[in-house]
């Protein structure tokens, strides 16, 4: 089959349509004809050679697709060749064909396009994950979402709104359109980290309080306004340390002053078992609903690219232009 392979370790250059084996499912998983995967950050850090893909995982660069199932491994359990489904995996999306577990497949409706549907699953679960499983996110509390136009951020504004129902959602963003995108999608407050002082900027929205739950990508230029923009129990969940993971300086002193929990996550470290619940809720409280237009959450695709130009697609999302998703068409 055709794959996007990397050469070697480095920029987006290294990127590749060649040639590689086909997967064969297992009894437990289904064979995907892809037709549409999407871009994450971890892509990136991936094909650089700082990000190996999990033990036993395909090498193949993508974590999320949407396609038709070719073949069925072992038993029918329910599933039909042909039938359209979309889904996480570990690794392997950038390719013709990707196998994924039987459990974790989900059916894509006929009025969604294979995009929209190969768009949704890493940052909802991300997302998803983050505010409630990590952070235990409240009716009424408030959020502060770093990178808030970013695939899982522009996620996490709409579950924090929407379903979470908290009660301000701040964001911080690099660019003025970003913060129009944010407040689009149901952020109360968008606040510029480039031009303005955001840890003030939280203090005052939220009258001296804090926020009680933040979620954080950027790691070490946003500690210590994080430490200080928690509020009384507040609770962090990092993601990600886009600016750097070594701070010289803080006060630890208020981790323990305002009883605070910062923890870590790392989605795509998760067992099967973990993520086919995940799965299941997603489905309930997420999909069903963006399918049904029951809640009005979106995924928001910024652009698609051929397959055959993927490198330009990589060096897009480099950038740090797009708000929200980057889907990639194959043809
Ligand atoms: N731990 C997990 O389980 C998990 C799962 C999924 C994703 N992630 C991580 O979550 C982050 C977001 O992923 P994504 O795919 O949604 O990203 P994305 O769509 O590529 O957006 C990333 C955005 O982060 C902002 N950014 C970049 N460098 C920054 C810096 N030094 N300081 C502040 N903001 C910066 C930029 O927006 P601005 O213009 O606003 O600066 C950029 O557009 C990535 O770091 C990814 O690796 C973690």
């Not at 480039?194 to 950027?218: A, M, Y």
Request: charged residues 20%; proline residues 3%.
């Amino acid at each position: 089959m055709k794959a996007i392979l990397v050469s070697e370790p480095g920029d987006a250059s290294k990127l590749v349509l060649g040639e590689t084996e086909t997967p064969t499912p297992s009894e437990s998983q289904l064979l995907v004809k892809v037709h549409s995967f999407a871009l994450n950050r971890m892509d990136v850090v991936q094909r650089q050679g700082s990000y190996p893909a999990p033990f036993g995982a395909s090498q193949i660069l993508g974590v999320e697709f949407a396609g038709t199932v070719s073949k069925i491994g072992g038993n029918a359990d329910g599933w039909k060749e042909g039938e359209r489904v979309f889904g996480l995996v570990y690794g392997g999306a950038y390719a013709e064909y990707v196998v994924i577990d039987k459990q974790m497949a989900m059916r894509i409706p006929d009025h969604i396009s294979y995009q929209t549907a190969a768009s949704l699953p890493e940052v909802w679960f991300t997302a998803y994950q983050a505010l409630f499983l990590n952070c235990n996110l409240e009716e009424g509390e408030n959020v502060l979402i770093h990178a808030g136009a970013s695939g899982v951020g522009s996620v996490a504004i709409q579950i924090a709104k929407y379903i979470g129902k908290a009660k301000n959602i701040i964001v911080t963003v690099g660019t003025e359109d970003k913060k129009t995108f944010c407040k689009d999608l149901g952020a109360t407050h968008a606040i510029n980290y480039k031009t303005e002082d955001w840890p003030k900027e939280v203090e005052k929205i939220t009258e001296g309080k804090g926020v009680n739950v933040i979620v954080d990508f950027v790691g070490a230029t946003h500690w210590n306004g994080n430490l200080a923009s928690l509020s009384l129990d507040g609770r962090m969940v990092m993601l990600a340390f886009l600016s750097g993971a070594v701070i010289k300086e803080s006060n630890l002193a208020l981790i323990l002053r305002k009883r605070l929990t910062i923890r870590g996550s790392s989605l795509r470290s998760r067992e099967l078992p973990y993520l086919r619940k995940l799965k299941n809720q997603l489905e309930t409280q997420a999909f069903g609903p963006i399918f049904d237009n029951s809640l009005p959450l979106r995924s928001h695709i910024d652009k698609q690219f051929s397959w055959k130009d993927i490198q330009e697609a990589h060096r897009y999302l480099e950038s740090n232009q797009s708000m929200g998703k980057i889907v990639i068409n194959i043809d």
